[in-house]
T-cell receptor
Framework: DQQVKQNSPSLSVQEGRISILNCDYT??????FLWYKKYPAEGPTFLIS?????DKNEDGRFTVFLNKSAKHLSLHIVPSQPGDSAVYFC???????????FGKGTRLHILP | KAGVTQTPRYLIKTRGQQVTLSCSPI?????VSWYQQTPGQGLQFLFE???????NKGNFPGRFSGRQFSNSRSEMNVSTLELGDSALYLC?????????????FGQGTRLTVV
């Protein structure tokens, strides 16, 4: 049973517009959430994270929102740029930090 | 500074064999984590080592094991290889323990089991 779900395998967004990547989780004991970005033939790169005690964290063009009641988080990229085309992984850490669970990823295409 | 280095980059093994993968973290980093990436399962956490001790472990069978040396370099071993073990194995290093801070990934080792 998938505890971290990224239900959209791919997403296409016009350059300059907002990209919204979604992630749902089932375990209310997760206490920390992370987003990673991955280009082909490279390892994932840490992007942004959020603690479960917050509902928003912003870093430049990237903002992560956490809705604990809905067990949902989203990554907003504004404005989207061609270099943002990559696979984005959502990850959740269990309370106590004993494991991290990743979603299957969403491939983002930024269209010119 | 040099990034995370994984060797070898590509490996082909036959079923039943065992394999050892190596990861050299960024200088000064003491935490090394291992992940398996497959098309069907996505990215899955294997284990984390910090100061030569395994701190965390994912849901993988005992055929998957690892260790960390005093210089923070880490090795991962898979014994009695199965076809389903074919995957990209990624290593990540970070300064401190825990999986909530910036982790820097290597390019991975592509293992093919035939």
């Amino acid at each position: 049973d998938q505890q971290v779900k990224q239900n959209s395998p791919s997403l296409s967004v016009q350059e300059g517009r907002i990209s919204i990547l979604n992630c749902d989780y089932t375990n209310s004991m997760f206490d920390y959430f992370l987003w990673y970005k991955k280009y082909p033939a490279e390892g994932p790169t840490f992007l942004i994270s959020i603690s479960s005690i917050k509902d928003k964290n912003e870093d430049g063009r990237f903002t992560v929102f956490l809705n604990k009641s809905a067990k949902h988080l989203s990554l907003h990229i504004v404005p989207s740029q061609p270099g943002d085309s990559a696979v984005y992984f959502c990850a959740a850490r269990s309370l106590g930090g004993d494991k991290i669970i990743f979603g299957k990823g969403t491939r983002l295409h930024i269209l010119p | 500074k040099a990034g995370v280095t994984q060797t070898p980059r590509y490996l082909i093994k036959t079923r039943g064999q065992q394999v050892t993968l190596s990861c050299s973290p960024i200088s000064g980093h003491r935490s090394v984590s291992w992940y398996q990436q497959t098309p069907g399962q996505g990215l899955q956490f294997l284990f984390e080592y910090f100061s030569e001790t395994q701190r965390n472990k994912g849901n993988f069978p005992g055929r998957f094991s690892g260790r960390q040396f005093s210089n923070s370099r880490s090795e991962m071993n898979v014994s009695t290889l199965e076809l389903g073990d074919s995957a990209l194995y990624l290593c990540a290093s970070s300064l401190g323990a825990g999986l909530d801070t910036e982790a820097f990934f290597g390019q991975g080792t592509r293992l093919t089991v035939v």
